[in-house]
């Protein structure tokens, strides 16, 4: 059975297990209140998740890199500690979606000398306060 068919039913690895571990705890490090153990970690997930609640013991283990959560509960934790499922999941950055014209500024600012960057960035600054 191949990695892309399903993940509920998919063998992961050790690697995948440790890996997802990591990005979990990176991810929990920015919330506000830290840091929360897995009780607390478990009582916030259960009120963001609809289906059967998940142990403590289930969320030691996601941090550990002892076990790997299923698509759903991956998708719940990305909505709550406001990441992207895929990086959460797989380690993908999202790629920065940029308009032509923001595309276009950060060309003109890569051509500016560093007094010319600092100017226009106090430029900026100044302009977007109220």
């Known amino acids: 059975m191949d990695k892309a068919r399903s993940d509920n039913v998919f063998m992961h690895t050790e690697s995948d297990k440790v890996e997802f571990s990591k990005r979990l705890n990176l991810a929990l490090k920015s919330?506000?209140?830290?840091?929360?153990?897995?009780?607390?970690?478990?009582?916030?997930?259960?009120?963001?998740?609809?289906?059967?609640?998940?142990?403590?013991?289930?969320?030691h283990k996601w941090l550990t890199g002892q076990s790997f959560?299923?698509?759903?509960?991956?998708?719940?934790?990305s909505e709550w500690l406001n990441v992207s499922y895929e990086w959460l999941r797989y380690g993908v950055k999202q790629e920065l979606r940029m308009s032509d014209i923001d595309k276009l500024m950060l060309e003109y600012f890569q051509k500016l000398n560093p007094t010319q960057k600092q100017a226009f960035l106090n430029l900026i600054i100044e302009v977007t306060k109220k």
């Open 31 to 59: 919330l506000p209140n830290q840091p929360l153990n897995a009780a607390q970690i478990a009582t916030q997930f259960n009120l963001r998740y609809s289906k059967e609640p998940i142990s403590p013991q289930a969320v």
């Open 69 to 77: 959560p299923t698509v759903d509960k991956v998708r719940t934790l």
